[in-house]
């Protein structure tokens, strides 16, 4: 087998990482679908507000973020619901939001749910 073959080739214990990590990221964003937009009345995900989740081994989520509009009053109690929300989660021991500007949030980042809900074409 080629080197590169190697380097790339699966195996079951990768795939039933990978299968976990998946598992993971799923119930985090699940957990996330309960943080409502005050303002919108729309979860956190369906807006587009997520940019990026990741898991240390040590059971740290970080979790990158961006708001509406930079000057959202609403960034604490977002953090707050998002902290309350991953702590059913077993695999989170800690979280840390980082707002995050770049790529600017816009409407395009919404769900079809989302633009539904709000009356968004």
Sequence with gaps: ???EEKNNATTPETQATDAASNDIKDRILGALET???????IDI??????????????????????????GCPLSD???EQINQALSTVPEVKDVDVQLVWYPQWTTERMS????IALGIR
């Design 1 to 3: 087998m080629a080197e």
């Design 35 to 41: 943080v409502i937009d005050p303002e919108l009345g």
């Design 45 to 70: 995900v369906n807006l587009g507000l997520i940019y990026d989740i990741s898991l240390d081994k040590d059971g740290l989520c970080t979790i990158n973020m961006t708001l509406t509009t930079m």
């Design 77 to 79: 109690l977002l953090t």
């Design 112 to 115: 079809r749910y989302a633009r």
